[in-house]
Structures are given as C-alpha cells and as structure tokens.
C-alpha cells in the first residue's frame, strides 16, 4: 500500500507540473519512416551450406507522431522468423521425421508501441513496447551499418531488441540516466502467467560532440536464482572515422545457472570520401545462445550513391578450434 500511495504521490506532482508548463505549439504533422535491407550471400566452399542465398535482413515500417513538444508516440513494425521447429521423439529418443507448415520466416510483428511524455524539462518518461536500451537506442546507432549485420549483442542474442514496459529518465546535454521496469519476455510474448518483472538500469554520458560511455544492467528475479546482464560501451568519432567497443556479460540466463554467456566486440569505420567509406569489425563470443570460443570477423566497403541509399560488399569470417566458414556478402540498404 505505501508503494502505490508513493506512485501515486509522484504522478499528481509530475501531472500538476506538467498542466503548469503546458506547451501551445503547433502540432506537427505524422511522419512515416521505414527500412528495407536485402543482401546475397554466398560460401567459398562448396561443403558448407547453402552455396549461395538472398536473405531479408530487415523489411520496417514505423509511424512517429509528436504532440507539440511534451509528448510523442511510436509505432514500428519489423519482420522476423516467429514459429520454431517440432521435435519429435520417440521413447529411445530418436528424432522422427515431421511433416507440418510451420509459416512464414518474415511475419510481421509489433517492434515498437510507444508513448513518450516530456512532462518537465530533463525529465522523460515511456511507456509501451519500448526498443531496448542494451544495444538498440545507441550502439546501433552508431555501428551505422544494419543492413550488414545487427550490431553485436543483438546478433548473438544477448538481449530482447524490445520489451513491454516503463521507462523513467533524466536527461540533459552530456548525461543520461534511465530506469525501467518491464515484463522480461521480449517484443513476441506478453506476461508469462509467473508474473515477474525486469528492471533495469541505463547510464550514457557524452563528455562533447567526439566520446560516448554507456553502461547498462538488468536483473530478472526468480523465487530461487536471479537473471543478470552488465553491458559497457565506449565510443569514439571525429567527421572521418569512427571506432568502438563493447562488451556483455550475462549470468543466469533464463533462471539456469549454466547460462552465464559473455563476449566482446570492437569496430573501425573511415570515411573515404563523401560517397565511400571502408569499415571492420570483430566479435568475440566466449559464449552465447548460437555460439561457443567463436570469432566473427566482418571486412567491408561501402558505396552511398545518394543519400540514405547504401550499398556494401564484405567479407566475413566464422572461426573456432574445429572450424573455419568464410562467406562473402553484397548488402543493399535503404531508408526513407
């Protein structure tokens, strides 16, 4: 009862602040977004398959509208794979074969649902399907290059890309400071039916226009183990290079005490010319969802015939103690 008298307490105060500094400008009209990122690939080895395939790596609609300068809403839909495969067993336990539609690999699905309220100045509050402040909201950002590859922790599944929930946050020039509470099941589930919830913690802090630091942590209770996760990012551009690296460490993973996964990852981008720019990237997965001691290299270069419209040839590399799988790429972006 004392927790919810405080919540309350706190909503009155930033509603009565909010109706004191009401905001009379004009609103602005809806905008729609979107981003479409095919590509082609294909092995150097006639042992690893498929030889050769086209892939949707991104296929997004999203609508954003602002309500004067104190409120915004978002609405994003993505495509991605939402059913699994059947296994069937039989009492000695061997596979058996299984003929079923498991539907399409590019369902669409809600990404984002957002409401975003200003109610003062430096303070920001979200509610809804909110993009997960892991990896999502800056280090895909500043990668820069999506339609390549998801930025790291996204890639390996380290982290939901997006989560049911709410966001409070103090922001100003240099810092940024966010707590949230969220459901912990991802943007494809609702509530399990145990009812636990996620919180986490986000700091940024941009000293000036060239540095970003960023660390996050989130903790996933249960009535006997704790789910944990500790990212740290750190940033560095000027008009003509970028570079990065980062890092994550989960213990715990989905309340099991042998799903403690980590990895780390690092990146370099130099800016040619205006249409040209050269980038590579590594990962390393000491463990993951997908992959054990791995290595994952990208070498690319970049062509920007106009604005918004990329295009990039790269190579990649997937190396661990037993195996080596080379692939070279051509990935074509858009966004509008």
Same mark, same amino acid.
Request: charged letters at 20%; a positive charge.
């Given at each position: 009862?004392?927790?919810?008298?405080?919540?309350?307490?706190?909503?009155?105060? @930033?509603?009565?602040?909010g109706?004191t500094?009401s905001?009379?400008?004009?609103?602005?009209?809806?905008?729609?977004?979107g981003?479409?990122?095919p #590509?082609?690939?294909?092995?150097?080895?006639?042992?690893?398959k498929?030889n050769?395939?086209? +892939?949707?790596?991104t296929a997004?609609?999203g609508?954003k /509208?602002?309500?004067?300068n104190?409120?915004?809403a978002?609405l994003?839909?993505?495509?991605?794979?939402?059913?699994g495969?059947?296994?069937?067993?039989?009492?000695?336990?061997?596979?058996?074969?299984?003929?079923?539609?498991?539907?399409?690999?590019?369902?669409?699905?809600l990404?984002?649902? !957002?409401?975003?309220?200003?109610?003062?100045?430096?303070?920001?509050?979200?509610?809804?399907?909110? @993009?997960?402040?892991?990896y999502?909201?800056?280090?895909?950002?500043?990668? #820069?290059?999506?339609y390549?590859?998801?930025?790291?922790?996204?890639?390996? =599944?380290y982290?939901?890309?997006?989560?049911?929930?709410?966001?409070?946050?103090?922001?100003?020039?240099?810092? /940024?400071?966010?707590? $949230?509470?969220?459901?912990?099941? $991802?943007?494809?589930? /609702?509530?399990?039916?145990? $009812?636990?919830?996620?919180?986490?913690?986000?700091?940024?802090?941009r000293?000036?226009e060239?540095?970003?630091?960023k660390?996050y #942590?989130d903790?996933?209770?249960?009535?006997?183990?704790?789910?944990?996760?500790?990212s740290?990012? %750190?940033?560095f =551009?000027? !008009?003509?290079?970028?570079?990065?690296? +980062?890092g994550?460490?989960?213990?715990?993973?989905?309340?099991?005490? @042998?799903?403690?996964?980590?990895?780390v990852?690092a990146?370099?981008?130099?800016?040619?010319? +205006? *249409?040209?720019?050269?980038?590579?990237?590594e990962?390393?997965?000491? *463990?993951? %969802? %997908?992959?054990?001691?791995?290595?994952?290299?990208?070498?690319?270069?970049?062509?920007?015939?106009?604005?918004?419209?990329?295009i990039?040839?790269n190579?990649r590399l997937?190396?661990?103690?037993?195996?080596?799988?080379n692939?070279?790429?051509?990935?074509?972006?858009? *966004?509008?």
């Amino acid at each position: 009862m004392k927790k919810i008298q405080i919540f309350l307490l706190i909503f009155i105060l @930033l509603s009565h602040l909010g109706y004191t500094q009401s905001d009379t400008t004009k609103p602005k009209p809806p905008v729609v977004f979107g981003s479409v990122y095919p #590509g082609f690939v294909t092995t150097l080895s006639t042992k690893d398959k498929p030889n050769y395939a086209f +892939e949707m790596n991104t296929a997004l609609v999203g609508f954003k /509208k602002e309500f004067s300068n104190k409120a915004t809403a978002i609405l994003i839909y993505d495509v991605t794979k939402t059913t699994g495969d059947i296994t069937v067993l039989d009492s000695n336990g061997t596979a058996q074969n299984v003929s079923f539609f498991k539907g399409s690999d590019y369902t669409a699905f809600l990404k984002q649902a !957002e409401i975003n309220w200003r109610p003062v100045k430096h303070i920001e509050l979200a509610m809804g399907q909110l @993009l997960s402040e892991q990896y999502l909201t800056v280090q895909d950002k500043f990668w #820069g290059y999506r339609y390549v590859a998801f930025t790291f922790q996204e890639r390996y =599944k380290y982290g939901n890309q997006a989560d049911f929930g709410f966001r409070a946050a103090y922001v100003n020039e240099k810092l /940024k400071i966010t707590a $949230g509470v969220f459901n912990g099941e $991802g943007p494809l589930y /609702k509530q399990d039916s145990n $009812g636990r919830l996620m919180y986490t913690l986000n700091a940024e802090y941009r000293p000036n226009e060239h540095f970003i630091f960023k660390i996050y #942590g989130d903790i996933y209770p249960s009535s006997s183990i704790n789910k944990q996760c500790l990212s740290a990012f %750190l940033a560095f =551009k000027t !008009e003509k290079f970028r570079v990065a690296i +980062e890092g994550c460490n989960i213990q715990n993973d989905k309340w099991n005490h @042998l799903n403690d996964y980590s990895g780390v990852s690092a990146f370099f981008s130099y800016k040619l010319t +205006e *249409k040209w720019n050269v980038f590579i990237r590594e990962d390393y997965l000491e *463990k993951s %969802l %997908l992959y054990n001691k791995t290595s994952v290299s990208f070498v690319g270069v970049q062509y920007e015939p106009i604005t918004n419209f990329d295009i990039a040839l790269n190579y990649r590399l997937y190396s661990n103690s037993l195996t080596q799988l080379n692939q070279i790429a051509l990935n074509v972006g858009i *966004k509008f």
